[in-house]
Every structure is written in structure tokens, then in C-alpha cells.
């Protein structure tokens, strides 16, 4: 074993961890209703965008963020402010909730359960993104092999989540999947390198389409 | 505020600005909630920090006067002024049109805006033509917009489009800080921009950032961080997942104790018969106000300035009783 972290780090990062990322397309169910996405191709161009803006502009820069000692409760506080899909922004704290439960249980510490309190006493909403960089930097995680445990955890579920809704086969997912470490390592890099002034910078497009997702009528997923 | 108290409509003399030193640096600030650009730009939007002087500079504060709103104190400076005020109806809103009499933002050009509408006043704040971005080599130019709203005011804010020529680089700054009573709405639209060779999207850089917060009896809180960057020659910004094949943006924002999840659904059904593609959604509920974000791409300014223009007229007529803007009668 390399490092003491690196078995947590994987449970955390799991796509069986119970947080309920398979009721969410984060967005993506709305291209599926307008025909942009429709199979393997489409839904890696999808995925592509998704990693370059909502995951670097967003996720990953408040992981950084939290990583430099930013505060947890204006972070917590930036992301609500951030997210303006409501449909996101209700995920990220569903999830968060999950996260914060499980990890009060199995990854305790400190920094933990001091946001915890933040959210119970209603001083913060609970973001997934925060709950989990609070556990992975409590466990030792250096900064970049969080980030990316983080962001190509997020695409495992949309991409197991597009293999049942699109549908695609199970190889094309393995496929999409492995295109996707890619992007990852850009966005990895790409996070590093913006500033304070970037945060929640998500293009247009993707935030025009989870917001749509509130009016559409057949839907698999919450977002 | 360093702003000279003048009568409503007169002219301002510049008065001599004295400059602190510049701000550190860049873009890239390394310590996590205080970028460069930010630590550069403090909540009054006062360029104090700047290196130059700006460019141009106005501060409006508007207050409510037997009925009718005045200004009570007006002050600008270099490429910003506002023609004289006037009133649209009976309501007492007044009216006020910002004019950049160069016509353009060029490289290195700091804008400062400062607005407060003071407790149960109303202003609509336009412009007289399009924000013109040309050619910033080397450096951009800047807009930094303070806006301050107390219980029961109102601002609409109602710029023509925004249009970034080949090799412009533009940020526009908006800080905006209401009371759980106020009302705030703000439509803009952005063009592609222009070049010679008539193929769009070659400006290099657009950064518009508007930070909203809702000042209550227990300190302010942030409502909405609506923050918008394009780059063209970084990545394609035209396909999926960024402008989905249009290439303009129509955005409309509003702040207001009424917003409620029926106002959303009502307009969420009116956009859905222009010629754009929209979303719309609220924010969370802090101290009893609510903000509606609608986002909406295009290919034509008309139809957005169409789109946006029902969904204003939508609340001014049901919340005031006003009819729809018609702005360029005047």
C-alpha cells in the first residue's frame, strides 16, 4: 500500500457510496429530451463540456478553495450563491447531506464535524463537493489526487447514469469512460491555474439546460 | 464617496483624483477568497486602487421626494454622464439614460458606476446606445458597477447590448446589495461581437460577474454569483455544452420579496414563445426575497431585447401597474 489514505480515498469515490448520485443527470437528461444526446459520441461531448465548466469553474475550484484554507461556511455560502439551477443546487446539498452523514460515521474528524454543525444549525446548506473535500483533505489526500478522485467519481455515476437512460452498452460506457481521464488531467491542471474570479463561471448552455429540466415532463432523474 | 453633490441634471467638474498605488497583480491569485482582480475593486466601487484615474465615472443617489423620485446627488467625471432625468409615467419612477460620449471601451478604460436608490425611491437606469468594446491590446477594458438599494426601492436596469470587436478583452463588475424589501431587475443581452471578416465570436476575452447580496437585520448574505466568461480563442464556445449553436445571450435578473416559484412557472411559459432557447430558475429564499435567474440564446438582439422586454413588461405591469418599456422613443 503506498499511502494510508489510498483505501479510503477509494471507498470515498465509489460509485456504490450511497449518496444517491443515480438520481441525477446534472443536466443531461435535457439534451437526451432534445435529441443533442443520443448515444456514445453525443453524450462524450456532453461530458467533455461538462468536466471543462461545471466541474473545473465550480466543484473544482471550491475543493481547491477548501484545500487552501478558505473558509468552509463562505464557501458553503459562495456555492449556494453559485449554483443558480435550482435543480443543482438541491442536489449538491441532497448528496452533501448523504456525504456528511457517512462520513460522521466512517471518516470522523474534526474539520467533519465542524461543518457538520454548520449545516444542522442552519448556518450552511451542506454541499457535496465541500463534504467531501472537508473528509479527503481530514484523511490526507493531497490536493490533486483528491481533485481528481473527486471529478472522475462525478463522470463513473453520469456515465453509469447515461448507460441506463440513453441507453448505451456497457462497453461504450468502459469507452467513455476511459476518454474521459483526458479531461480530467485538463481539468485537474486547468484548476490550479484560475483564479478567485473564475469561481461558478459554467457556461450558458449547460446552466440554460439544467434549468429546462425543471419543466420537462418525463424525467428519470431529479436533475 | 468622493462624489460632488450638484443638482439633478448638471453637469459635474471634475475634481482632482488622487491614486493609491496599484493593486497587485493579475489574474491568478494564489490565496484562495481574494483574487487580485476583487481585492482590486472594493464594495463601493470607488477605482481608488486603480493606477490611472478612470476613464469615466458616475455616482447616482436617488431618493423619494413628495411622490416622486430625484436625484439627491449626482457627480461624474471623464467619458460617463447622464442626459437629463424623466419620467416614462405617473408613478414617479425617474429615468435616467447614461451616455459615453467617446462611444466605446477601449484597452485600459476603468468605468465606475456607483447607484443607491434610497428607501421607497425607483429608477430606470439605460444607456443611450450599445457598450462598444474595441481592440484592448495587451490589457482590457473594465466596468465596475456599485449598486445599493434600500427597503422598498426599486432599480431597473436596462443597458442596450453589449458588443466586444475583434481582440477586445472586457470584465464588467457588478456588486449589487439589496434590502429583503427592495426590488431589483437587470436585463442585458451580448452580441458575439463583430470583425471585419464578419465571423463572429473573435473578441478574446468577456468576464461579467454579478454578485447579489441581501443585506438583513443579521449582516448581508450572498443570494447569487452569476458569473459569465468566454473566451473564443481558448476553446470552440459556439457547439454543446456552451452556446448550443447561437450566438447571442440575453440574461435577465430579478430580485424581489413577489418572486415566487407561480411568477417563475408564468414566465418560464412566455419565453417559450420567442425565437430562443431559455432557462429559468430561482434561488434560494434569504431574508424573505427571492431572485429569478432567465438565461436565453439567440441568434438576433431584437429577439432577445423582444423576449426580455415581455418578461420586464410582465412586472412592471403586474407589480406597479406601468405599461412595457419603450425605450427608444426617447
Same mark, same amino acid.
Given at each position: ?6 483505501? $479510503?480515498?477509494?471507498?470515498?469515490? !465509489? ?23 443520443? !448515444? ?83 448556518? $450552511? ?56 481521464? !483526458?479531461?480530467?488531467? $485538463? ?37 | 464617496?468622493?462624489? @460632488?453633490?450638484?443638482?439633478? /441634471? ?11 498605488? *496599484?493593486?497587485? /497583480? ?15 475593486? *472594493? ?22 421626494? @413628495? %411622490? ?50 434610497? @428607501? ?31 427597503? %422598498?426601492?426599486?432599480?431597473? =436596469? ?10 477586445? /478583452? ?22 458575439? %461581437?463583430?470583425? *471585419? ?10 468576464? &461579467? ?12 448574505? &450572498? ?9 473564443? *480563442? &481558448? ?44 432557462? &429559468?430558475? =430561482? ?7 427571492? %431572485? ?14 423582444? =423576449? ?18 419603450? =425605450?427608444?422613443?426617447?
Amino acid at each position: 500500500m503506498s499511502s494510508a489514505y489510498q483505501l $479510503a480515498l477509494q471507498q470515498l469515490c !465509489d460509485s456504490a457510496l450511497p449518496t444517491g448520485a443515480f438520481a441525477h443527470s446534472l443536466g443531461f437528461e435535457t439534451y437526451i429530451e432534445r435529441g443533442g444526446v443520443a !448515444d456514445e459520441g453525443s453524450f462524450g461531448v456532453w461530458l467533455s463540456a461538462f468536466i471543462s465548466q461545471q466541474l473545473t469553474y465550480s466543484d473544482g475550484l471550491a475543493i481547491r478553495f477548501l484545500y487552501e484554507d478558505a473558509d468552509v461556511g463562505e464557501l458553503d455560502e459562495h456555492l449556494s450563491a453559485q449554483l443558480l439551477p435550482r435543480q443543482i443546487r438541491e442536489a449538491s446539498t441532497k448528496m452533501g447531506a448523504r456525504l456528511l452523514e457517512i462520513g460522521t460515521e466512517v471518516f470522523p474528524s474534526a474539520e467533519l464535524e465542524a461543518y457538520r454543525a454548520l449545516v444542522t444549525t442552519g448556518r $450552511a446548506a451542506g454541499h457535496q463537493t465541500l463534504a467531501f473535500a472537508v473528509v479527503a483533505r481530514s484523511l490526507g489526500v493531497p490536493f490533486e489526487e483528491a481533485l481528481a478522485g473527486y471529478l472522475f467519481a462525478t463522470v463513473t455515476s453520469l456515465t453509469q447514469n447515461a448507460v441506463r437512460a440513453i441507453p448505451l452498452g456497457q462497453n461504450s460506457g468502459q469507452r467513455l469512460l476511459r476518454k474521459a481521464h !483526458d479531461d480530467v488531467a $485538463a481539468a485537474v491542471e486547468h484548476v490550479r491555474r484560475l483564479g478567485r474570479d473564475d469561481f461558478g463561471a459554467v457556461s450558458p448552455g449547460l446552466e440554460i439546460s439544467q434549468m429546462r429540466h425543471e419543466w420537462q415532463r418525463a424525467r428519470m432523474f431529479m436533475s | 464617496m468622493s462624489g @460632488a453633490v450638484l443638482g439633478e /441634471s448638471r453637469a459635474g467638474i471634475s475634481p482632482g483624483r488622487v491614486s493609491s498605488p *496599484p493593486a497587485a /497583480s493579475p489574474d491568478l491569485g494564489p490565496c484562495p477568497l481574494r483574487g487580485a482582480h476583487h481585492a482590486a475593486a *472594493p464594495k463601493s466601487g470607488s477605482a481608488a486602487s486603480s493606477v490611472v484615474p478612470p476613464r469615466g465615472e458616475l455616482s447616482l443617489r436617488i431618493a423619494e421626494r @413628495a %411622490g416622486r423620485s430625484v436625484a439627491v446627488q449626482q457627480f461624474h467625471q471623464g467619458a460617463l454622464r447622464v442626459l437629463r432625468p424623466h419620467y416614462l409615467d405617473q408613478s414617479g419612477q425617474v429615468c435616467y439614460v447614461m451616455v459615453n460620449p467617446g462611444g466605446a471601451y477601449l484597452g485600459a478604460d476603468l468605468y465606475v458606476v456607483d447607484v443607491e436608490v434610497e @428607501a421607497g425611491a425607483s429608477l430606470l437606469l439605460t444607456t443611450q446606445s450599445a457598450t462598444k468594446i474595441y481592440r484592448t491590446p495587451g490589457s482590457f477594458a473594465e466596468q465596475r458597477m456599485s449598486i445599493r438599494l434600500g427597503e %422598498g426601492a426599486q432599480l431597473e =436596469l436596462a443597458p442596450d447590448q453589449l458588443i466586444a470587436y475583434r481582440e477586445a /478583452s472586457y470584465r464588467q463588475d457588478t456588486h449589487v446589495t439589496v434590502r429583503p424589501t427592495s426590488s431589483f431587475v437587470m436585463a442585458e443581452v451580448i452580441t458575439p %461581437g463583430w470583425s *471585419p471578416d464578419g465571423v463572429s465570436f473573435k473578441y478574446r476575452e468577456l468576464r &461579467l460577474r454579478n454578485e447579489i447580496q441581501v443585506e438583513g437585520d443579521d449582516g448581508a448574505v &450572498l443570494l447569487a454569483l452569476d458569473n459569465l466568461l468566454i473566451r473564443p *480563442p &481558448l476553446a470552440d464556445v459556439t457547439g454543446m455544452g456552451f452556446m448550443e449553436g447561437y450566438s447571442h445571450l440575453g440574461s435577465l435578473v430579478v430580485v424581489d420579496p413577489r418572486v415566487d416559484q407561480a411568477l417563475a412557472d408564468e414566465l418560464n411559459r412566455l419565453t417559450a414563445e420567442y425565437g430562443a432557447y431559455s432557462g &429559468l430558475s =430561482l434561488t434560494r429564499t434569504l431574508a424573505g426575497t427571492t %431572485g429569478m435567474f432567465l438565461r436565453s440564446l439567440s441568434n438576433s438582439t431584437e429577439e432577445l431585447n423582444r =423576449l426580455l422586454g415581455a418578461c420586464t413588461g410582465l412586472l412592471r405591469e403586474r407589480w406597479y401597474g406601468r405599461a412595457p418599456l419603450n =425605450l427608444r422613443k426617447y
